[in-house]
């Protein structure tokens, strides 16, 4: 796993280095700058969400923007059947777009590499969130043989899917500044303030029985994926759901509690980078957030 | 990017410590980066999301240099990975959903050790007809 972070358009970072965002040795935060900026205040509760979605700087963040994202994807998910509906297609095309679609709303909500809920996980055991595939869904034995959908059905499926992504320009809006924001995270993610708590995570997994010697020290992102693949090989190698589940509910607990401490060095450094660049760019936040929450109204109707 | 160590049900019966430690001993992060389009594995290029061929969209290959990686993309978005148990039952990768910023090209580890033939789906979270992936398989 390799991370090359683009530099162009982290001048936030800069910004916020300029107001003093500087950690100390012992890990915790030590602001002079950014406590003077203004707290971003969203217009709305939608809007708020919708900035967490483009923007997260923590686990709650994420859960809060997953709303957003869910809602968002529940109504292009309903624009996309009617339209099917309307093509007359859907008895070819419906189960693997509604399918589709599950799969798209399950995931909106986990994020366990860059702002895990380590509070969620270790209470459940579990990384990610069982599937919830509808009925009419139900996913094919990985064995057999798909049905092929006809040319009008692929066809549909296409056009009613893009139809109902266009109901959300604030997609494409944020695309730049996001892509801005993740960069300056993966910078904080591989500070130095973040790589020296990298060893006890690696010890503390160790500790546990995992085989962490070779757990990359470069990011907490890295840290944390290289262990997640390892876990999800693991899952692999397992039979059966009940297999899976066991191994889960093994190492869940052991990942929340070993990364707990390095997140608490990312969040507080993400969250006050947040503050400025949210500063930075009040103007362009102002604009998505107001897309937002319009688009997702218009929808909603 | 991970060199593949582990083939499911080949290694059952293999105590949990001696599976940890061959996972992780043959894992090469970036290795296979090191000369530009030096893929080992099979190297895949499709879409995210696509509604219609969902169940077949990446189809693991045989033993390569590469589990499951996502190395680039034309859509900034969170992605994701999804598989199949024996029995038929999907279940999200473990690494759950990881953003991927358009046009950046890196080898983004969303599922390891994939059997051989098994489907895998990959899913961003944006809800478009598909947007356009890298994947070393």
Sequence with gaps: MRALVPSRGASWIGTAAALGLVLSACGRST??????LPAFVPSSPIAGEAVHSFFPASAAQFTDGAQFTTARLKAQAAATSACLAKAGTASNAN????????????????????FPDLDRISSERAFVPPIAFPPAAAPRVPASAPATPT??????????????????????????????????????????????????FRDCLAESGAPADQIPLTSSGEAFGHFLAWE??????????????????????????????????????????????LHDNARQVQQLEAMAESELQAARR | ?????????????????????????????????????????????GYSSQPTDVWTVFVK?????????????????????????????????????????????????????????????????????????????
Excluded at chain 2, 16 to 35: E, I, K, Q
Excluded at chain 2, 90 to 105: C, D, E, K, R, V
Aim: aromatic residues 8%.
């Design chain 1, 31 to 36: 602001v002079s700058g950014p406590s003077a």
């Design chain 1, 151 to 200: 040319d009008s059905g692929r066809a549909a499926a296409q056009r009613c899917r893009q139809s109902s992504a266009a109901l959300f320009p604030v997609q494409n809006a944020a695309g730049p500044l996001t892509d801005q924001w993740w960069a300056g995270v993966r910078r904080i993610q591989s500070s130095q303030q973040v790589r020296a708590v990298l060893p006890a």
């Design chain 2, 61 to 137: 290959q045989p033993p390569g240099c590469h589990d499951v990686n996502l190395t680039w993309v034309d859509h900034s978005s969170y992605y994701g990975a999804f598989y199949w148990d024996s029995a038929g039952n999907p279940h999200m990768s473990t690494t759950g959903a990881q953003w991927h910023s358009a046009y950046s090209t890196w080898d983004q580890v969303i599922m390891t050790s994939v059997n051989t033939g098994t489907r895998v789906i990959v899913v961003a979270s944006d809800g478009g007809a598909g947007y356009g992936v890298h994947v070393d398989l």
């Design chain 1, 232 to 277: 999800n090989g693991a899952d692999q190698a397992a039979a059966t759901s009940a297999a899976i589940t066991a191994n889960d509910q093994r190492w869940a607990p052991v990942f929340a509690a070993c990364a707990k401490p390095v997140m608490q060095v990312v969040e507080p450094m993400t969250l006050q980078a947040q503050q400025v660049f």
């Design chain 1, 95 to 114: 189960p693997d777009v509604d399918a589709t679609s599950a799969a798209e709303i399950a995931m909106a909500g986990v994020d366990t590499v860059d």
């Design chain 2, 1 to 45: 990017m991970f060199k593949i160590g582990l083939r499911g049900r080949t290694v059952t019966g293999v105590t949990a410590a001696a599976l940890a430690a061959s996972a992780l001993a043959v894992a090469t992060p970036g290795a296979a980066h090191a000369t530009a389009g030096g893929y080992c594995g099979y190297y895949f290029s």
